[in-house]
C-alpha cells in the first residue's frame, strides 16, 4: 500500500515564505504531486515532481528526495489568496491514479 | 464542455435511498476518476475509466457503489442503499489519457455534496 503524510494545519503571516512538508512510502514510485484545493472548489494543479530536486514556477517551488520519500512545497511572498488547503499525491506504477495526502490546510494571516 | 461539469451540486438524501451522480468530462479527455473526499480530509480513489478497457474499480467501498461510463463521455457513479457515512463531497476529475498522464494534470469538477440524513 501507499503512506502519505503531511501536517494537517500550518499558518503563515502574509508576506512570509512557507514550506509544507510530504512524506511518502510507495513502491514503484512514478511521481509526486501538488494540488491546491481552495475552501468549496476543486482542486487545481500545482506541480509535477518525478526527478530529484527543486522544480520552481514562480511564486511556488516543489522539491522532491526520492530516495527519503520526501517532497516539499515552498511558497514565498506569501498572499492572503494562499489560504488553501495543499494537497499531496503521489503516482505509482501499480495504477493509474493518483494517491492523495490529507492536505495541509494553510492559513495566511495579515 | 469547458471544463468538467458535475450535478448535482448539492444532494441531500434519507438513508436507505439510491442517488446518482453525473460527470460531464472534457472532450477529448480519455481518462475519467471519481474520488471521495470526506469534510476536512483528502481525497480517497474510488474507480477509474480509461478508454474502453476495464475499469479499475479497486477503490469502491462496498457492493453499494457502481459506476458507469459509456465510450469517453459521460460517467454516473450510483451508491445504493445511502448511509450516513456516505455524506462526502464526490469528485470526478478527467485528464488527456495514459500518455500525457505523467504531466500530472487532473482537471477536478466542482464535486457533489452528498448528505445523507
Known amino acids: 500500500g501507499q503512506n502519505i503524510d503531511q501536517p494537517t494545519e500550518m499558518t503563515a503571516t502574509e508576506g512570509a515564505i512557507v514550506q509544507i512538508n510530504c512524506t511518502y512510502q510507495?513502491?514503484?514510485?512514478?511521481?509526486l504531486f501538488w494540488y491546491q484545493q481552495h475552501a468549496g472548489e476543486a482542486p487545481t494543479f500545482l506541480s509535477y515532481?518525478?526527478?530529484?530536486g527543486l522544480e520552481e514556477k514562480g511564486r511556488f517551488s516543489s522539491f522532491l528526495s526520492r530516495s527519503k520519500g520526501y517532497s516539499y512545497l515552498l511558497l514565498k511572498e506569501l498572499q492572503m489568496k494562499d489560504s488553501a488547503s495543499y494537497l499531496c499525491?503521489?503516482?505509482?506504477?501499480?495504477?493509474?491514479?493518483?494517491?492523495f495526502g490529507g492536505g495541509t490546510r494553510l492559513m495566511v494571516k495579515p | 464542455g469547458a471544463g468538467v461539469s458535475q450535478s448535482p451540486s448539492n444532494k441531500v438524501t434519507e438513508k436507505g435511498k439510491d442517488v446518482e451522480l453525473r460527470c460531464d468530462p472534457i472532450?477529448?479527455?480519455?481518462?475519467l476518476y471519481w474520488y471521495r473526499q470526506r469534510l476536512g480530509q483528502g481525497l480517497e480513489f474510488l474507480i477509474y475509466?480509461?478508454?474502453?478497457?476495464?475499469?479499475?474499480k479497486s477503490g469502491l467501498p462496498s457492493d453499494r457503489f457502481s459506476a458507469e461510463r459509456t465510450g469517453e463521455s459521460v460517467s454516473t457513479l450510483t451508491i445504493q442503499r445511502t448511509q450516513q457515512e456516505d455524506s462526502a463531497v464526490y469528485l470526478c476529475?478527467?485528464?488527456?489519457?495514459?500518455?500525457?498522464?505523467?504531466?500530472?494534470?487532473?482537471?477536478f469538477g466542482e464535486g457533489s455534496r452528498l448528505t445523507v440524513l
Open positions: 476529475a478527467s485528464s488527456l489519457g495514459e500518455r500525457p498522464w505523467f504531466s500530472g494534470e487532473l482537471f
Open positions: 510507495t513502491s514503484g514510485f512514478n511521481g
Open positions: 515532481n518525478v526527478l530529484d
Open positions: 499525491a503521489v503516482h505509482n506504477n501499480a495504477g493509474n491514479m493518483l494517491t
Open positions: 472532450s477529448g479527455h480519455t481518462a
Open positions: 475509466f480509461q478508454g474502453n478497457s476495464a475499469p479499475d
